[in-house]
């Protein structure tokens, strides 16, 4: 009896394993950023980032996907201040579609929301200004080349944008930011 039941508690976790597999994601995804629209009283420079992304399947091509970022902007010097950068971190989520177009490509776009903050830092680390954290939106499209063995590489064009008010101690400050991201994500899917 008692191998009876665990025979078929094994069975129970196998057929579990086959319906669920390659349901959910693992995304890595350096990036690129370029501002489109600059704030108010800075020019900021060409950034970089980093994200990471679980991402879940629950139809056979759209699934809901919730993350973390972070990204980097310079600013210019020609406006007087000298030696600061914006960090933009926080939250990612939403909905993507990913639809074959051949064997091993596919296309993908998605559509979501941001929950991130702004942190102004000095050429020493410190940070002189902070925003609390707000929602904003971000768009996505891109391709999906199957490696093989659950491993995919996600080339995407990301539009974001965020609108926060950053405290300077006496000051108070808007801070608008819109950016294109260019990423090149490594996911494994499971």
């Given at each position: 009896?008692?191998?009876?039941?665990?025979?078929l508690?094994?069975?129970?976790?196998?057929?579990?394993?086959?319906?669920?597999?390659?349901?959910?994601?693992?995304?890595?995804r350096?990036?690129?950023?370029?501002?489109?629209?600059?704030?108010?009283?800075?020019?900021?420079?060409?950034?970089y980032?980093?994200?990471?992304?679980?991402?879940?399947?629950?139809?056979?091509?759209?699934?809901?996907?919730?993350g973390?970022?972070?990204?980097?902007?310079?600013?210019?010097?020609?406006?007087?201040?000298?030696?600061l950068?914006?960090?933009e971190?926080?939250?990612?989520?939403?909905?993507?579609?990913?639809?074959?177009?051949?064997?091993?490509?596919?296309?993908?776009?998605?559509?979501g929301?941001?929950?991130?903050?702004?942190?102004v830092?000095?050429?020493?680390?410190?940070?002189?200004?902070?925003?609390?954290?707000?929602?904003?939106?971000?768009?996505?499209?891109?391709?999906?080349?199957?490696?093989?063995?659950n491993?995919?590489?996600?080339p995407?064009?990301?539009?974001?944008?965020?609108?926060?008010?950053?405290?300077?101690?006496?000051?108070?400050?808007?801070?608008?930011?819109?950016?294109?991201?260019?990423?090149?994500?490594?996911?494994?899917k499971?």
């Amino acid at each position: 009896m008692k191998k009876s039941i665990m025979l078929l508690f094994f069975l129970g976790l196998w057929s579990f394993q086959m319906t669920a597999q390659e349901k959910w994601a693992v995304e890595v995804r350096p990036q690129v950023n370029f501002p489109t629209q600059q704030p108010d009283l800075i020019d900021l420079k060409t950034g970089y980032g980093f994200e990471a992304m679980l991402s879940y399947s629950f139809m056979e091509h759209l699934g809901v996907y919730a993350g973390w970022g972070w990204n980097n902007f310079g600013v210019d010097d020609e406006n007087g201040i000298e030696d600061l950068e914006i960090d933009e971190t926080g939250y990612s989520f939403g909905l993507k579609y990913i639809h074959p177009i051949k064997n091993s490509m596919s296309y993908l776009i998605g559509v979501g929301g941001i929950y991130k903050h702004f942190e102004v830092e000095d050429s020493s680390g410190d940070i002189t200004a902070d925003s609390g954290h707000e929602l904003g939106f971000e768009i996505m499209g891109g391709l999906v080349f199957d490696l093989g063995n659950n491993f995919d590489l996600r080339p995407q064009v990301i539009y974001r944008s965020l609108s926060a008010t950053a405290d300077f101690g006496q000051i108070e400050a808007d801070i608008d930011l819109q950016y294109i991201s260019f990423g090149l994500g490594f996911a494994m899917k499971f």
